[in-house]
């Protein structure tokens, strides 16, 4: 009951973000970078195992921007110069300039190395073909339509070669789905292009919106689990829940994401028994609000550790 899981990106270390700063200097080469992108991915592997989360994540360890990882390893982009996206965050835009493909796998190396050091499932992770159309210039497509249902048949490709690598849950993020909900039926076409024929379990996770100008629309998404931010909102997601039923798996994040504060036991615990009011218990994986990249290396792990120590808790009081 209730199994623990992350919604993706993890802090980098400090060796690892000063690596970086390094090899865009020319002062490092790709395969040092890369070998110690792989000393963080284990670390962080290693940490979850130990703190016995169920279902892992490598941390993104080898990515930047979400979107702008993907637009680099597909021909079709070129990359523009840097752009706020929130706060005093910014990221390179990709810029659409010809027709989007793909020639090889872009994350299932990284994914089998992961799993390679653990018993328990990595996710495959991949930000969907709304977020990277939404966060894109395009100087190519004749519509947003056209542009986006492209890439879901690249990311498609994707998916599939990650299930195909031994995918267990094949995660695709969508968080500017929440933005327009003028757009959500275009969001749900690209979704079933992305998802269509996977065995794996599929998820999405959208954060920070109007969700009620998506739900329970957003339910029609073909995946089966939606992960969603419900600790930074304080839980007022469960309001629409009560109004519509929520009919698909939860990823309930328990954690806020952009406070520096770390949780207390009680508090997660609060938090899943009231959503356990709203949805089936059966149905909730407990994880952050959202990536934890934002986070120091120590909040991070903090509370992470919160996390499953007081779900691991909970689980007893519910069996009793």
Not at 143 to 159: G, K, M, P, Q
């Amino acid at each position: 009951m209730f199994p623990t899981t992350s919604v993706g990106s993890f802090p980098k270390p400090g060796y690892l973000a000063k690596a970086r700063s390094q090899y865009s200097e020319n002062q490092i080469s790709r395969k040092d970078l890369e070998e110690l992108e792989k000393r963080a991915t284990q670390e962080w592997i290693r940490f979850q195992d130990e703190i016995g989360i169920d279902v892992l994540v490598d941390g993104e360890m080898y990515r930047g921007d979400m979107v702008t990882y993907f637009a680099e390893h597909f021909s079709g982009f070129q990359i523009s110069g840097l752009v706020r996206s929130y706060g005093n965050r910014y990221y390179r835009k990709p810029i659409a300039v010809g027709e989007i493909e793909r020639a090889n796998p872009v994350t299932v190396e990284w994914f089998k190395y992961a799993q390679s050091l653990t018993q328990k499932p990595v996710k495959g992770m991949l930000t969907g073909p709304y977020t990277i159309m939404d966060w894109s210039f395009d100087e190519f497509y004749s519509s947003r339509r056209d542009f986006c249902l492209r890439l879901a048949h690249v990311i498609h490709e994707e998916a599939r070669d990650l299930e195909e690598a031994g995918a267990q849950y094949v995660q695709i993020d969508e968080p500017a789905v929440s933005v327009r909900p003028d757009e959500i039926d275009l969001a749900i076409e690209a979704m079933g292009i992305v998802t269509d024929g996977l065995k794996a379990k599929t998820l999405t996770h959208i954060c920070y919106g109007d969700f009620a100008g998506i739900y329970p629309k957003m339910l029609e998404l073909p995946v089966d689990q939606i992960d969603l931010e419900l600790s930074n909102s304080e839980f007022g997601l469960l309001g629409l829940f009560k109004t519509s039923p929520f009919t698909k798996e939860i990823g309930l994040g328990v954690v806020d994401v952009h406070n520096h504060r770390i949780e207390t036991k009680d508090e997660v615990k609060s938090r899943i028994r009231k959503a356990a009011t709203v949805i089936k218990a059966d149905k909730i994986y407990v994880s952050p609000d959202c990536g934890l990249k934002t986070r120091t290396v120590e909040e991070a792990k903090g509370k992470l550790k919160v996390m499953v120590e007081a779900t691991k808790e909970l689980r007893e009081e519910f069996a009793s």
